[in-house]
T-cell receptor, first 111, second 114 residues
Framework: DVKVTQSSRYLVKRTGEKVFLECVQD?????MFWYRQDPGLGLRLIYF???????EKGDIPEGYSVSREKKERFSLILESASTNQTSMYLC??????????FGDGTRLSIL | GENVEQHPSTLSVQEGDSAVIKCTYS??????FPWYKQELGKGPQLIID?????GEKKDQRIAVTLNKTAKHFSLHITETQPEDSAVYFC?????????????FGSGTRLQVQP
């Protein structure tokens, strides 16, 4: 089974802090994704990466950056957290022509 | 870009009844349509997917139909059970781009009443 592990289930940070969300996968998938989930809006793509050190902006990249130094790890960075970034963050991976597999999410609260 | 609309936002059925969730997409180049189920406290789990060269796909109590001309696809759950209660998301992508970024619908909360 594909395992996608997000480092924290719940996280509380203050406005202005730099926040790191980590995602690790064990299936050697080349594609990794970060989504944000908000009620009534579904999942929206923030950034994705299809190779080490490669990244592509998704639909809502403003206020976020990413890092992919190793194939199995994809980090989402909130450069200066704001209250409107309070949300559920979901990491996903995909390989070849296979489907995307999701982690269980990090619920982030910015106070 | 792609836009996916999903209806209804909430659906309540009696155990044993059928449930149908509908999605429309805007980009005629989209050719891959997965459905995900999200239970409380969990990430979305793929339950079925369909490619644009197929009109219907079935897996036990779950089926998905695709109408490329009308650009809509539907999830059908028969003989619903309480454990089917969850939030369901449809999605679309241009699978052949190699990027496989999905565009999701806004979700349907299904409640199966015992």
């Amino acid at each position: 089974d594909v395992k996608v592990t997000q480092s924290s289930r719940y996280l509380v940070k203050r406005t202005g802090e730099k926040v790191f969300l980590e995602c690790v996968q064990d299936m050697d998938h080349e594609n990794m994704f970060w989504y944000r989930q908000d009620p009534g809006l579904g999942l929206r793509l923030i950034y994705f990466s299809y190779d080490v050190k490669m990244k592509e902006k998704g639909d809502i990249p403003e206020g976020y950056s990413v890092s992919r130094e190793k194939k199995e790890r994809f980090s989402l960075i909130l450069e200066s957290a704001s209250t409107n970034q309070t949300s559920m963050y979901l990491c996903a991976t995909g390989g070849g022509t296979g489907p995307q597999h999701f982690g269980d999410g990090t619920r982030l609260s910015i106070l | 870009g792609e836009n996916v609309e999903q209806h209804p936002s909430t659906l309540s059925v009696q155990e044993g009844d059928s449930a149908v969730i509908k999605c429309t997409y805007s980009d005629s180049a989209s050719n891959y349509f997965p459905w995900y189920k999200q239970e409380l406290g969990k990430g979305p789990q793929l339950i079925i997917d369909i490619r644009s060269n197929v009109g219907e796909k079935k897996d036990q109590r779950i089926a998905v139909t695709l109408n490329k001309t009308a650009k809509h696809f539907s999830l059908h759950i028969t003989e619903t059970q309480p454990e089917d209660s969850a939030v369901y998301f449809c999605a679309a992508s241009k699978r052949d781009t190699g990027r496989r970024a999905l565009t999701f619908g806004s979700g349907t909360r299904l409640q199966v009443q015992p």
